[in-house]
């Protein structure tokens, strides 16, 4: 099976925490020992839960996070600050990385022109700066047309899901407040990204990755719950909610 057909659906339910503390800057990686796409996978799920808190005082916090594919189980060598953990200097933008990241930031990246928002979500392709980026918004059911913006540091849950369709090449990325209650139906990103097919390879590692940047732009990222499904529906997804949150 080519690896279009192999790379049917990928969603992604994620419920993440950040806590703001000062820190030297360094970087850090968190993979889960997942090899995909080898084989004959039809469909691939992960599912999670989590809160951003913001912290009291002047810190700006750090430069946030990333869902990444990796053909590594860890990034050696990856820089913080604006390289998130993922890449450094010397190997951003070449194409030998095969790495894909979804783009979580808290913070206005430091010259990077593309990341001036600092509440957005953006999609990677062997670079730190994002090929698509969009600010924090979600739909109306009601009224697609209709935007509602939020805070990934409001220190309320926050669900995120990525859906990616093989067939088309399509990603779907949809990030929400928990106690929204419902899924917004239009999601926040929806891009034909067929370059998606030459970074991934046929054996990849799934995780997530973060960095401090300098003196006070450091955070603490709190991945409370996810689940994981290869085939079918993934039935622990639901349960999710459920999940105890830790006191901060």
């Not at 309320?156 to 990525?162: F, G, S, V």
């Not at 928990?178 to 046929?202: C, H, M, N, Y």
Request: proline share 6%.
């Amino acid at each position: 099976m080519d690896t279009a057909r192999k790379l049917t659906v990928l969603l992604v339910s994620l419920l993440f925490g950040l806590f703001l503390v000062p820190s030297v800057p360094v970087r850090a990686t968190t993979e889960f020992t997942f090899r995909g796409f080898k084989g004959n996978e039809s469909a691939i799920r992960i599912a999670g839960e989590a809160a951003v808190i913001k912290p009291d005082g002047t810190s700006s916090g750090g430069f946030g996070f990333t869902f990444t594919l990796s053909p590594t189980p860890n990034r050696p060598n990856a820089g913080s600050a604006q390289y998130l953990g993922v890449l450094n200097k010397e190997n951003n933008g070449d194409p030998r990385n095969h790495v894909f990241a979804v783009e979580f930031d808290t913070v206005q990246g430091s010259g990077d022109d593309t990341d001036r928002i600092g509440n957005d979500i953006g999609l990677n392709f062997n670079n730190r700066t994002s090929d698509f980026q969009e600010p924090v918004v979600y739909y109306q059911n009601d009224d697609p047309n209709k935007r509602e913006d939020f805070e990934l540091e409001s220190g309320n849950p926050i669900q995120a899901l990525l859906n990616y369709d093989g067939a088309t090449q399509t990603l779907n990325v949809t990030v929400y407040p928990a106690k929204l209650g419902f899924k917004p139906t239009k999601p926040l990103i929806s891009r034909q990204i067929p370059k998606l097919l030459d970074v991934v390879k046929e054996e990849m590692y799934v995780g997530f990755t973060a960095a401090t940047g300098k003196g006070d732009q450091s955070s603490d990222h709190y991945l409370m719950g996810w689940s994981f499904s290869s085939v079918g529906e993934n039935p622990i997804a639901a349960t999710l909610a459920s999940i105890l949150r830790p006191s901060y």
